[in-house]
């Protein structure tokens, strides 16, 4: 399971991003991030100032003060522009990949006389049918119709063990870029051309259509704000040092503008988003929007489906039991009679174990027949002959109410038996013909490995795990158990698990909810964090926010670390940015007004060179930190398990005071350099 994709960062993605860094000096890309567009606008100023340094007033700084801080300035730019480039650098290299398998192929299209016609894939539509034989490339995504087959998904899901998908239930559908490893396949067509998996893909590992969260949105407006604020504080200084007799020339009200505003989160908010989205990727996990990722990370409740999420939904007849008064071959041949039209997998299991047990059924006997498909609704399925009899096989409770509604009565040694099997963790089901309940058909399925000490780890994070099963109390019961899940509910609809998130919801709580059936679709489209099995159904993978391409409903952990290490992340690097401003604030002031207030030289603690020396160092410390910081922006702050408020006071104290006394050191050491080397 959990195969993590190992992509680290190549020579191509760092040489392409470098690129992009220039590419994205575009100011009609730049405006969309505020403060770098002020800085931008600053840049271009110093620029014209560099070639005509008394463009705007007459001033004695010299060309060369405006030419350094010219280019102190487009570096900011550039790592700013470069760190968003290279967190999306690894999305596109992936995207690429990815392309690659969706080269064009050709399709057995069915036509209506049944023979094929060869066809394009990508003219493809919805409702086609086409037949993949062996060794063929699944052209588009689709539902099988006929036959079953082992499919390799390794395209898609870096898995090399094919999987076994078929007809009818909850592994019937297909992706197309996957290929048919053995046996044939007649395939629905679901999507029309470029709205398949593969391309949904595709545009989001690449980031093509990736949208700001409201949380980034929020921070961005705040950011703005910082900024506007920032600078009516540098146009106030203006009247104040004439007052002064400072000399205040455009370049450094520019410099010191850029120094103030909160750069260092600005230029490093999106590439913390992407990498966010980028992690939860390399986990084999597919996020539609980066609103899920994050809440993920403040995820209180985890609602999990039983059969095919804590399952893996396999589930076999393995025994026939009936109940007093009935033979074994009474009993075999009643179950066969519900389940010959039975398309599910847990019917077509039963039809199985009759004829190994030596029974079978003739094609002609039941033509005229009504088929009753199996529903979550009524969690029942069968025939209806034409004579008026009605043959029925289903959950025990469900089949007991109808027998109930016929005026039939229960064997006494039904709940016995079906208890037996729940207590085992199997699906017990009753078998009905008329008011007549035969026996009970013993549903075998395994729980997945290595659920329990996941879940364990989900409750250290203070996460409640529910399992929500259209199975009985007791089946539940023994599967949670197993599975080490906190609470349980049995018996439910599809609208109780819609019903069961509301709930907590409705407490303020934020749910995710993991599932792989057509019927979980409502409920994973309901929950903030909805997570489809890769193995599950096209609608359940429609639904959901998420899909896990391993199948592992536990990656939901893996999941709320990234999550949380995001929000972590942000809140980290937007503390020291800010504390690094007024930090900075401190540092330029005094040693600007020196001259003229000798009264400053209390403050004056850092004791640099010069005023011109102590802007340019704060200018070239400000944009440094920003490709310095890269790393934590892409791998995230290291998340540890505690309280919320213990790791918030934390990371104040880390990234607020580090904030505070990384810029003094680095401010005064650069102005050391810049003396040493008789610069300023
Ligand atoms: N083919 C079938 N014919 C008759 N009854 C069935 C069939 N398949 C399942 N059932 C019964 O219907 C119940 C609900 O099945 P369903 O697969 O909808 O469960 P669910 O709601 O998806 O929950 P989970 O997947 O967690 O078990 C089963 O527990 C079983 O008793
Ligand atoms: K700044
Ligand atoms: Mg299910």
């Known amino acids: 399971m959990a195969t993590e994709r190992k992509k680290t960062l190549t020579k191509e993605i760092v040489s392409q991003a470098s690129i ?13 991030n505020p403060v770098m567009f002020i800085v931008e606008v600053g840049t271009v100023i110093t620029l014209l100032l560099s070639i005509w340094p008394d463009l705007f007033i007459v001033s004695d700084v010299g060309r060369g003060y405006n030419i350094a801080v010219f280019f102190i300035l487009l570096f900011t730019l550039l790592f700013a522009n470069f760190a968003e480039a290279l967190a999306e650098g690894r999305g596109k290299a992936q995207a690429d990949t990815l392309r690659k398998t969706k080269s064009e192929t050709m399709a057995k299209l069915v036509q209506k006389d049944g023979s094929f016609k060869q066809v394009p894939s990508t003219q493809l539509k919805k409702g086609d049918i086409v037949r993949v034989d062996a060794g063929e490339m699944i052209p588009t995504d689709g539902e099988i119709i006929e036959g079953l087959a082992s499919i390799d998904e390794s395209a898609i ?4 063990a094919p999987v076994i998908k078929e007809a009818g239930g909850d592994f019937s559908s297909v992706t197309g870029g996957t290929r048919v490893a053995s046996d044939y396949i007649v395939v629905k067509v679901m999507t029309d051309p470029g709205e398949s998996f593969l391309d949904r893909m595709i545009s989001l590992v690449e980031g093509a259509k990736r949208q700001k969260t409201p949380n980034e949105i929020a921070l961005t407006t705040l950011l703005a704000v910082l900024t506007l604020i920032f600078m009516i504080v540098i146009i106030t200084m203006v009247p104040m040092a004439q007052y002064l007799n400072v000399q205040l020339d455009l370049a450094t009200l520019i410099a010191l503008l850029v120094c103030l505003i909160p750069t260092t989160i600005g230029g490093l908010l999106s590439a913390i988003g992407i990498a966010g989205m980028d992690r ?66 847990e019917g077509r ?35 209806n002959l034409p004579g008026g009899i009605q043959i029925r096989k289903g959950a025990v409770d469900a089949i007991k109410k109808h027998i109930a509604s016929k005026g039939g009565s229960i064997p006494s040694d039904l709940e016995e038996i ?16 008329d008011e007549r309940i035969y026996g009970v058909i013993y549903l075998k399925d395994t729980v997945k490995p290595g659920l329990k000490e996941r879940f364990a780890e989900l409750r250290a994070m203070g996460i409640k795990t529910i399992m929500c099963t259209g199975d009985n109390p007791l089946t539940a019961a023994t599967i949670a158990l197993e599975a080490g899940v906190d609470d349980f509910i049995a018996e439910a ?20 909810m993991t599932g792989d059936g057509t019927n979980d679709a409502p409920a994973l489209a309901q929950a903030d964090v909805g997570l489809a099995m890769n193995s599950g159904t096209m609608a359940a993978k429609e639904a959901a926010n998420m899909i896990d391409l391993d199948s592992d409903p536990t990656k939901l952990l893996s999941v709320v670390s990234i999550g949380k290490q995001l929000l972590i992340t942000r809140g980290a690097l937007t503390t020291f940015s800010i504390a690094n401003d007024i930090a900075k604030y401190f540092a330029i002031i005094p040693a600007m007004f020196i001259l003229a207030m000798p009264q400053l030289e209390a403050l004056n603690i850092m004791n640099l060179a010069s005023p011109k020396s102590a802007i340019l160092s704060a200018l070239i410390f400000n944009a440094v930190i920003i490709p310095l910081l890269i790393p934590i922006a892409m791998k995230g702050v290291k998340y540890r398990a ?26 005064k050491l650069i102005d050391l350099v810049l003396y040493g080397l008789h610069i300023v």
Do not use: C, H
């Open 20 to 32: 992009d860094a220039f590419k994205k000096l575009n100011p009609a890309v730049m405006v969309k």
């Open 157 to 160: 899901t870096g898995e090399s």
């Open 280 to 345: 939860v990727t390399q986990f084999n996990v597919l996020a539609m929007s980066g609103k899920a990722v994050e809440a993920a990370g403040d995820i209180d409740t985890l609602i999990l489906d039983k059969t095919g999420t804590i399952t893996y939904g396999n589930r076999m007849a393995s025994e026939f039991l009936p109940v007093k008064g009935v033979s074994s071959k009474e009993m075999t041949f009643a179950a066969l009679k519900a389940s010959v039209k039975d398309e599910t997998p």
């Open 349 to 383: 299991s039963v039809v199985e174990l009759a004829g190994k047990l030596g029974d079978s059924w003739a094609e002609d006997e039941y033509r005229e027949a009504d088929v009753v498909e199996f529903t979550a609704e009524t969690r029942m399925s069968g025939l």
């Open 418 to 433: 079906a208890n037996r099997i729940a207590k085992a963790g199997g699906t017990p089901l009753a078998v009905a013909v």
């Open 493 to 512: 609809k599809p609208e109780d698990k819609i019903a069961s998130i509301k709930k907590e919801q409705q407490e303020g709580k934020l749910v995710a």
């Open 642 to 667: 505690m309280s919320a408020d213990r790791l918030l006071a934390r990371n104040v104290l880390i990234y607020g005071i580090g904030g505070v006394i990384v810029p003094f050191i680095g401010i």
